[in-house]
């Protein structure tokens, strides 16, 4: 409770803040556009708005606003005030909806072309479109969405028609990729070196994290709205936005190690992040940029200082800034909201005293200014250098350039009104961020999908659905209770991309031109929802059991391990009202391929409850509605609800291959299949899959091949070579007669596609079948009968990619490595920074497709495989720094990851045959070049027959191993009946076994680019002794270019977070 003389304090100190207000920021907004000026002092003729100032500058007269709002105040200050923030955030908004196209292009691009203009028109509002300016800035947008939903919450009405209601819903399909978009970032500047180079910045991830979780399920017409104005934010995006930024703190970005640009994504006005252990970590590193006057921005920044002479920096100038970095007082101001917050009050009272002495009061103004920054003076340099922090600084003001910063004068009169206490800090966040999601109280405005916190019991709602009736009742011989799609009415199935096609009605505008919500795939955590549509309730299977996914549900281990991964992750990631759903489709391609024994041991598991430590509970699906969580798609037009492609999954009838489920176990041999495929045997369907084979022959003819009916043995053109000897059968058994006679089919089609193209018809007469029907009824089959060669052959020639493909790339290098892709008969490309799924695909397809088809499917997998190990245990690619995925090819010796995984294989599969070596003999062999390349040669073709499984397997185990006597034999059968090999054995006691292990542990880590601890450190003084650089194989490392532009500390510290 205020007493009568507190609160006549208060309105005497509001009204002085009224006075400031209006005449540092309410003099300056432009009385027909709203918008207030990047630099007061200039005309307002070609004068320009940045959005980023004036949102600031609108959040502090709303703050004002907000402080008279409390007190009751009606004398019409409080008014004028909220008019003129909504006047500005309104003029920002138009602004953007004239560039309506620009976003629409965007959310497919993602690129600096089509991004959104940052600046604006001061007189107009209109975009400004100044291509030398850097505007891809996410936080700029993440920001102006954040403070959209917290004016809205407060009571303003900002939004008024639903067309700028649907503007706004694509401005947060703008920012969901955030943790993909490499941006110039707050500072506008992009990487560190300054040089036009765009990178991720946790400032930029945080601040669109914090939007999308203030816009999910708000309305965006306030307490006035109903259910067509809410807002939808992707719940996977957020996952994504949130791993990201938890993977990239407390690091900026690639080149900076720290940046004050993180106060405000830490505390106020993002919250970004609630781990304390991860806010700590940041918040100390930060302080390494504090001085007497304010805050660097990050090491080594050049702007506005004395000795900067170009908006552009050449290669090694960054190292002339070193200890002369301006110095920013605003960000004291943050430091003093921030510690009102954590309710520190001594800290924000030490921080108010600090801004207090860095004041300036010019002659001409009546109330003081926070300068920009201060700089040290052309003849302070050295001595500054010398001795940080002894020299005397001068403010911006004495340049008479721009001195008037209305987004650091904004933040210092909020800290103001805090220090005075006229606001308080629920005042500033009614949307409550800066406590943890589990403690905010539930808007009001908030509805359906609101993001919120992790459920203290987490529990996963399980639904079992059978594709078919038959298959229903075989796996009810097991104990097993399923579904059909039949028996789960009146819900509907929806595949995940049929939800997909109904989002694309979510934001739709025609008038601006906006197609709606992009289509991207449908997550694991988008899965896990019911879904109200025009009055049916949906339920979503995940993208995992879509007949257009990637060919891992053919590969029952990589199955189940894709299941137990969605689970922890759901456990993990989970932030919506009720609990999550999983529902696994069992399909009886699941059943009549390999390893359905494995499968129905699994699915009887899960009757125990649990599956990794992860609670679950079985169930109909029926029966879950009222317990999980439901999302409302009301955008949905009802006309659409009632067209064919919105039924939903249709229930199967009838058989596919077999007439019964039970003749399956004289169909295929499962024993056989656990085993590696016999040298000669892989060769072979390598071969056999290579279309020169039909190049020879007519159209007529390979059509008439594809289409033959029964045992077609006698019509191959590729014959196999004659068996070694004791291998009489290699060729003859039933598993070789198939897999050979599928790759042939696969080169004849692939013929045919390279005359033709996918589209061409091979029964014009008939049913109507192109080569893209026949690659795809190859795939399935190939897929069941495990021909990993055809299967991952076919899936390229049919473009087929996975669809969380780009999310893989980014999780590689937010965790500090590089990523190569390429072949070696093509160029090898570097992936430094994030793309999006089209720029990547693309990229596959131009370096890798073109050369060798096969090894675009291989390359994705490994790209899946690698984020993956990397998201569990970092210490297994420690002192990797370029993850070199390439191919294998017989003439040169790579020295990459899959040359390495051949490597690894080779020596388990010698090791497990017993055979002794002598080291004479590998190194006759290793000068032997055609020996290296027929065993190259194997071990492509090996690599390519493993299933995904396997594949995954090996990696793993080629990276855990540092020396092969412990690494355990994996009873596989041995790959070659010759000596030729290179062995491990712990019956090795000889003197050559030293030999053996070194020569083999250089080989693996030679081809993993794994190099010893200290070596980079080791290169970095090295080159500090060498000015004219190294040479190395006519190779020059330049001293200037890898010396000047990293510290030694920052290596230091760079190999020490890589593996954190």
Not at 310 to 322: A, I, P
């Amino acid at each position: 409770m205020v007493s009568s003389w507190e609160e006549e304090e208060i309105r005497q100190h509001l009204n002085e803040f009224y006075r400031i207000v209006n005449d540092q920021l309410i003099k300056y907004q432009h009385p027909f556009s709203g918008l207030f000026p990047q630099r007061p002092e200039t005309s307002p003729l070609n004068c320009v708005a940045h959005v980023r100032d004036n949102v600031y500058c609108a959040t502090a007269i709303w703050a004002l606003h907000r402080a008279f709002q409390r007190l009751g105040d009606d004398s019409g200050q409080s008014y004028e005030l909220r008019q003129s923030a909504v006047k500005c955030m309104r003029a920002i908004l138009l602004g953007w909806m004239r560039q309506a196209d620009r976003l629409e292009n965007f959310k497919m691009t993602q690129n600096l072309e089509t991004c959104l203009y940052t600046r604006l028109d001061y007189e107009t509002g209109t975009p400004v479109d100044d291509t030398g300016y850097r505007h891809l800035q996410m936080d700029c947008v993440g920001l102006y969405v954040l403070q959209l939903a917290q004016m809205i919450l407060s009571g303003l009405q900002i939004i008024h028609t639903k067309v700028e209601a649907a503007f706004v819903q694509n401005l947060i399909f703008y920012i969901e990729r955030a943790y993909r978009i490499p941006d110039y970032g707050m500072w506008e500047r992009g990487s560190k070196q300054n040089r036009d180079i765009t990178e991720l910045h946790a400032s930029s991830i945080g601040m669109a994290k914090a939007a999308l979780e203030s816009m999910s399920g708000f309305n965006i017409f306030g307490s006035e709205g109903d259910h067509t104005t809410v807002m939808f934010a992707d719940i996977d995006a957020h996952s994504r936005n949130s791993s990201i930024l938890s993977t990239l703190l407390p690091r900026e970005s690639a080149s900076k190690g720290t940046d004050a640009a993180l106060i405000p994504t830490i505390s106020w006005p993002a919250f970004a992040i609630h781990t304390s252990s991860i806010r700590h970590a940041t918040m100390d590193r930060v302080e390494i940029l504090k001085g007497n006057y304010g805050y660097k921005r990050f090491t080594r920044d050049g702007y506005a200082t004395v000795l900067e002479s170009s908006d552009f920096y050449s290669q090694g100038e960054l190292g002339k800034f070193r200890g002369i970095e301006n110095e920013w007082p605003m960000f004291f101001a943050y430091q003093v909201i921030a510690a009102y917050f954590d309710k520190e009050m001594e800290k924000a009272e030490q921080f108010g005293e600090n801004l207090e002495q860095l004041l300036v009061h010019p002659v001409s103004e009546k109330y003081p200014w926070l300068p920009k920054y201060y700089f040290v003076p052309e003849g302070s340099l050295a001595a500054e250098r010398e001795k940080p922090g002894s020299q005397i600084r001068r403010s911006n003001f004495k340049l008479r350039t721009d001195p008037r910063f209305l987004w650091g004068q904004s933040v210092y009169l909020i800290s103001q009104m805090l220090l005075k206490n006229v606001l308080t800090i629920h005042d500033l966040d009614p949307l409550e961020r800066h406590c943890p999601a589990d403690t905010r109280p539930m808007s009001l405005l908030s509805r359906y999908s609101t993001i919120t916190s992790r459920p203290s019991t987490m529990c996963v709602q399980m639904i079992l659905l059978a594709e078919s009736t038959r298959l229903q009742q075989i796996l009810a011989t097991y104990g097993i209770q399923t579904q059909t799609p039949v028996e789960i009415e009146p819900l509907k199935l929806w595949p995940p991309g049929t939800l997909v096609k109904a989002s694309a009605f979510m934001g739709f505008n025609r008038r601006l031109g906006l197609k709606g919500r992009p289509p991207r795939p449908l997550g694991c955590l988008g899965a896990s929802k019911y879904y109200r549509v025009s009055g049916s309730t949906v339920l979503v299977f995940p993208h995992l059991f879509e007949d257009q996914s990637f060919y891992f549900s053919y590969d029952i281990k990589a199955l189940i391990e894709e299941v137990k991964n969605d689970l922890i992750f759901l456990s993990k990631w989970w932030r919506m009202k009720g609990r999550p759903n999983y529902c696994f489709l069992v399909k009886e391609d699941m059943i009549i391929g390999h390893g359905r024994e494995q499968l129905i041991r699994f699915l009887v598991s899960l009757q125990s409850n649990y599956v990794d430590g992860v609670r679950i509970v079985l169930g109909r699906a029926q029966n879950f509605v009222a317990t999980g969580c439901i999302d409302h798609l009301d955008f949905f037009p009802d006309w659409a609800a009632n067209s064919e492609e919105f039924e939903g999954l249709k229930q199967l009838y009838g058989g596919r291959s077999f007439r019964s489920l039970t003749d399956l176990p004289r169909v295929l041999d499962d024993e056989d299949l656990d085993a590696l495929l016999p040298a000669p045997l892989v060769i072979a369907i390598a071969d056999a899959t290579n279309r020169r084979h039909f190049k020879k022959m007519s159209d007529s003819d390979i059509v008439n091949f594809v289409l033959h009916d029964g045992n077609r043995q006698e019509l191959w053109p590729y014959k196999p070579p004659d068996p070694p000897k004791g291998k009489e059968n290699v060729f003859t058994t039933p598993i070789a007669l198939r897999a050979i006679d599928y790759a042939q089919e696969a080169a004849a089609l692939h013929e045919l596609m390279h005359r033709h193209g996918l589209d061409y018809a091979l029964q014009p007469n008939g049913d109507p079948c192109n080569v893209r029907d026949f690659f795809s009824s190859l795939s399935r089959r190939a897929g069941i009968n495990q021909i990993w060669t055809v299967v991952r052959l076919t899936s390229a020639l049919l473009s087929n990619y996975v669809h969380s493909l780009a999310p893989s790339t980014s999780a590689i290098l937010v965790c500090g490595k590089q990523l190569t892709i390429g072949t070696i008969q093509g160029p090898e490309i570097a992936v430094n920074k994030p793309t999006n799924p089209r720029e990547l695909c693309d990229l596959l397809r131009d370096t890798v497709y073109h050369v060798d088809p096969l090894q675009m499917s291989l390359q994705q997998e490994l790209i899946l495989y690698v984020a993956a190990l990397l998201n569990k245990d970092k210490s297994l690619f420690e002192n990797i720094a370029i993850i070199r995925l390439g191919s294998i090819n017989a003439r040169e010796l790579p020295r990459w990851f899959l040359e390495a995984m051949k490597l690894h294989l080779e020596a388990e599969e010698s090791r497990a045959s017993g055979e002794r070596v002598d080291v004479r003999k590998i190194e006759t062999q290793a000068s032997n070049e055609a020996y290296v390349a027929e065993a190259r040669s194997l071990g492509a073709c090996r690599l390519q027959s493993l299933s995904p499984s396997s594949l995954k397997s090996l990696l793993h185990r080629t990276l855990c191993s540092e020396n092969l006597e412990h690494t355990p034999p994996h009873g596989r059968q041995k790959r070659f009946n010759t000596p030729h090999s290179r062995e491990q054995s712990p019956a090795l006691n000889e003197g050559n076994k030293p030999s053996v292990d070194m020569l083999y542990q250089r080989q693996l880590d030679g081809c993993l680019g794994r190099v010893p601890k200290t070596f980079y450190e080791s290169v970095y003084h090295i080159l500090e002794r060498s000015p004219c650089g190294v040479l190395i194989m006519n190779n020059l490392l330049p001293q200037v270019r890898n010396l000047v532009t990293l510290l030694n500390t920052e290596i230091r510290a760079r190999n020490d977070e890589k593996c954190k």
